[in-house]
C-alpha cells in the first residue's frame, strides 16, 4: 500500500539595523507616530480581513522532505515603496521583502494594502519591518532597572495590526538590541528575551501562519554583552535569525560572511538563518559595491548553511538591482 501511494505521488510531481541611523527611514516622524498609529487602528475596523487556519489534518506528504524554498529579497524603506519595479524584481528571483513599517504611516492602509496585493500577483511574499528599540531615537528595554513592559505592549500592540491585515506574510523585528552598552545594565539580556517571547506569543496568537524573523548583530559570542542578545534563547520564539554580515562595517572581507553564517546556523536551533548584506562599502562610505562581489557574497552565505539572503536595501545599488541574484 506504502509503495502504491509513493507511485503515485512520484509520478504527480511536475515540477538593518547599522550602527546608526541609516536603516531609519528618512521620511519618518517618530513624535507623530503613536497619533498616525492610533488613526490606522480606528481605520482598520472598516475592512474585513480573511482569517488564515492552521490545518489539523494529518499531513502525508508532510513525511516527505524535498528541501525548501531559498529565499532572496531586499529591505524597503517606506519612501521607496511606490518606486519598487516587482516585475523586474520577481524576474530577478526576489521573493521576499521586508516594507518598513512606516509606509503606513505615510501613505495610509489602503495604498500599503494595495501595493503588498501586487507583490503578491508577483509571487513576493510581503512582510512588515518594525524597528522596536529604536524609531529614530534609542529607546531602553529597561525602566527603573526592569524590562520596560508598557513600552513592550506598545508595540506588540502595532503588530497586532500588521498580523491582522490580508496578504502580510511576516513581521520582520529590527533593533531588538540595546545600542552596545548592555553589559552597563542588569537584566538587559533578560529584557530583550522578554520582548520576544511576548512578541512572538501574541503574533502566533494573531495568526501561526506569520514567519516572525529577528535582525540581530553578527559578533556571535559577544552578541549578549554588548546587544543584550542571547541568539540562543530568541531563536526558540522566531522562525528566522537575521544576522547583518555587514562586512564593511568590520572591516572583514568575504571568507567572514561565510564563517559568521556558519556559527548563527549552529547555534540558531530550528530557525532558519537569513543574512543580511549591505549593497554599499560601509555606513561611513555608501559608494555601491559591485553586483559581481554582493552575487560572491551571497553565495558565501548559502555555502555556509544560509536559507536566505537579503540585501540592504533596495535602491542603492542599481547594478545589483539589474542583475538576477536567484
Given amino acids: 500500500m506504502i509503495l502504491t501511494l509513493f507511485f503515485i505521488f512520484s509520478i504527480s510531481i511536475v515540477s538593518a539595523d547599522n550602527f546608526n541611523s541609516t536603516d531609519i527611514a528618512d521620511d519618518s516622524n517618530a513624535d507623530s507616530i503613536h497619533e498616525s498609529f492610533q488613526k ?9 480581513h480573511d482569517k488564515k487556519s492552521v490545518s489539523k489534518d494529518f499531513d502525508f506528504f508532510g513525511l516527505f522532505d524535498f528541501g525548501h524554498e531559498k529565499k532572496y529579497g531586499y529591505w524597503v524603506w517606506a519612501k521607496d515603496m511606490n518606486n519598487v ?16 513599517s512606516f509606509a503606513f504611516t505615510e501613505y495610509g492602509q489602503r495604498e500599503v494594502l494595495d501595493w503588498i496585493h501586487e507583490a503578491r500577483e508577483h509571487d513576493i511574499e510581503v512582510h512588515v519591518w518594525m524597528q522596536i528599540f529604536n524609531t529614530g531615537n534609542w529607546i531602553s528595554p529597561l525602566k527603573n532597572g526592569t524590562p520596560d513592559t508598557r513600552y513592550f505592549n506598545y508595540k506588540i500592540e502595532e503588530a497586532r495590526y500588521y498580523a491582522g491585515l490580508d496578504e502580510v506574510s511576516g513581521i520582520q523585528i529590527d533593533y531588538i538590541r540595546f545600542e552596545g552598552n548592555a553589559y552597563r545594565y542588569n537584566n538587559s539580556t533578560e529584557a530583550i528575551n522578554m520582548f520576544v517571547k511576548n512578541f512572538s506569543d501574541e503574533m502566533r496568537k494573531i495568526n501561526p501562519d506569520l514567519t516572525l524573523s529577528a535582525t540581530v548583530m553578527p559578533e556571535t559570542d559577544n552578541d549578549e554583552y554588548f546587544y543584550g542578545q542571547d541568539i540562543k534563547t530568541i531563536c526558540k520564539y522566531v522562525d528566522v535569525i537575521v544576522p547583518m554580515m555587514y562586512k564593511g562595517n568590520y572591516n572583514e572581507n568575504s571568507s567572514w560572511i561565510e564563517n559568521t553564517t556558519r556559527w548563527f546556523v549552529d547555534n540558531s536551533g530550528d530557525a532558519e538563518v537569513w543574512c543580511g548584506l549591505q549593497t554599499y562599502d560601509s555606513d561611513y562610505n555608501v559608494t555601491a559595491l559591485s553586483a559581481d562581489e554582493l552575487i560572491k557574497d551571497k553565495d558565501l552565505c548559502f555555502k555556509g548553511g544560509a536559507d536566505g539572503v537579503f540585501y540592504f536595501k533596495w535602491g542603492m545599488n542599481n547594478d545589483l538591482e539589474s542583475r538576477k541574484i536567484n
Fill in 85 to 100: 519595479d516587482f516585475d523586474k524584481l520577481s524576474k530577478n528571483g526576489v521573493n521576499v521583502v521586508f516594507l518598513n
Fill in 40 to 48: 490606522l487602528l480606528i481605520n482598520s475596523n472598516n475592512l474585513s
